[in-house]
């Protein structure tokens, strides 16, 4: 495991798992560093944006905190910080052409999203869009040519290993599986991301 | 309030940004170059964080509903309030009813107008920037918008009659802290990033700064996991012509990073204009723990 220099202001630990950038994250959280202004899970990284700190001091905190995720790894569950059920209408415009690629019906389409158990490895893209991982390996497939010019919000979405709920309007090249009326980023709301890193997730037809 | 009879090119609200929201996917966001913006909240007695107007190539024309204090500073522009010649870098009264032309910047690319008592539109997540990448915050102004100011009376006195701002260069020496993906590129990536000026492309805006000049070849195919970006940081999609990331540069990203620009130089490449160009000045980035 490395921790490496991202400019002056940040720090790049490289966790070598999903599932130890979350415990990272969940510890830093739980017991912020002095200074860090932000930190962001990424696949098997977590970014640590400290302008003001002592690089080098963070980095030996950073040492110690990789350290304990690392070994918390061990046990299987690690430390999730919620679940939520996504309710989903499967009625979306790319069923048939996923079911195509696939060589699936419709039926098992649906069946094996709706069976996957997901959770959240990072988000990106715009605000509140979260990176699912966890999507059965028989859904794979990639993104459309030509992305969409706006994919309206709360569509459900497939692309490569990812499934998404997209949070507001946006252009987009994911497969459209459905929609769901959860609102999964409101600014008003506290959090404003209904699906932060780490939060497993089920959508429910 | 302010209306906006015409913005210029592109003009938009910003104050420091968003910071704190990053793994929720919200850029920070914030004024391209904040040292600018927080001189100018300084000369008007604001705190740096308050919010004010950022002028892209100048250009805009503003009537003033009510007499306010302002201060311009960033790219300097010609500036006149009703005719008469206002100064850079200078609190500048400008009494009810007047309309202040701002002409295009002789160098640099933005120019930052603060008023005494900040813009007053409504905050999103603790902030009244406009994030061109994600659509947070106010739209960018248009002719007829009109901005509410905030409350003078909280204010500490205006003390300093003007200040001097560092001069502007079109081609200037940017420290570059190679890392955290230097080692996705051919051993002597550093050195070819070293040797030649990039030139600034058009495709240039607040998300991040196209270059042109010599590519940059990978050692390694592929994308790296999709992993946090840094302000400043030096992205180089697979075609090997480096981008540089501003204030509203996307939170994750999966083409790797060769090297971050210095905090105090991102403020420069933000002022850089199409066609104007830069050196990277490589230095190692210390401390790598294995």
């Known amino acids: ?205 | 309030m302010i209306e906006i009879v015409s913005p210029g090119p592109y003009a938009t609200v910003q104050d420091l940004g968003r910071p704190g929201y990053a793994h929720l996917g919200v850029p920070r966001s914030g004024a391209a170059d904040a040292p600018s913006l927080c001189l100018a909240n300084r000369l008007v007695g604001n705190p740096e964080s308050a919010a004010g107007i950022e002028l892209t190539f100048g250009g805009a024309v503003l009537r003033f509903g009510d007499s306010a204090w302002i201060a311009l500073t960033g790219a300097p522009c010609p500036v006149e309030a009703d005719r008469r010649p206002a100064g850079m870098c200078a609190p500048v009264w400008v009494p009810q009813g007047v309309t202040l032309r701002v002409g295009a910047p002789r160098e640099g690319l933005r120019t930052y107008v603060a008023v005494r008592g900040g813009i007053a539109v409504e905050p999103v997540l603790d902030s009244r920037s406009t994030d061109s990448l994600s659509g947070l915050g106010p739209p960018a102004l248009r002719a007829g918008t009109v901005l509410p100011v905030g409350d003078a009376e909280q204010q500490t006195a205006i003390r300093v009659d003007s200040a001097v701002q560092s001069p502007f260069s079109s081609c200037p020496s940017v420290r570059l802290v190679l890392g955290p993906r230097a080692d996705w590129f051919a051993t002597d990536a550093a050195g070819a990033l070293a040797a030649g000026p990039y030139e600034v492309a058009t495709e240039t805006n607040r998300v991040g700064v196209r270059l042109r000049g010599t590519t940059l070849e990978r050692a390694r195919e592929g994308e790296i996991p999709s992993e946090g970006m840094p302000l400043g940081a030096v992205q180089v999609p697979p075609d090997g012509r480096p981008i540089v990331f501003l204030a509203d540069h996307p939170t994750t990203g999966g083409y790797p990073v060769i090297g971050v620009v210095a905090a105090r130089d991102v403020p420069v490449v933000a002022q850089l204009r199409p066609g104007d160009r830069l050196w990277f000045r490589p230095v190692p980035g210390r401390g790598v723990r294995t």
């Open chain 1, 1 to 205: 495991m490395t921790i490496r220099r991202a400019g002056e202001h940040a720090l790049l630990v490289e966790t070598g798992s999903t599932a130890v950038a979350h415990r990272l994250d969940a510890l830093l959280r739980a017991d912020r560093p002095e200074h860090v202004e932000d930190i962001v899970p990424g696949q098997e990284t977590v970014l640590v944006v400290a302008p003001d700190a002592d690089q080098e001091r963070l980095e030996s905190r950073l040492a110690g905190l990789l350290a304990s995720a690392e070994a918390a790894g061990s046990q299987e569950a690690g430390t999730p910080v919620g679940t939520v059920e996504i309710p989903v209408v499967y009625d979306g415009a790319d069923l048939e052409s996923v079911a195509a690629l696939t060589g699936l019906g419709v039926d098992e389409v649906i069946a094996l999203h709706a069976g996957s158990e997901f959770v959240v490895g990072w988000l990106g893209f715009a605000p509140g869009f979260a990176y699912l991982l966890g999507l059965d390996p028989r859904l794979h497939v990639p993104r459309l040519d030509a992305p969409r010019t706006s994919v309206p919000p709360g569509s459900v979405a497939i692309a490569g290993p990812y499934s998404a709920v997209y949070p507001s309007a946006s252009p987009g090249g994911w497969r459209l599986l459905g929609r769901t009326d959860l609102r999964v980023w409101d600014v008003a709301a506290d959090p404003p991301a209904k699906l932060p890193p780490g939060t497993r997730v089920r959508f429910v037809p």
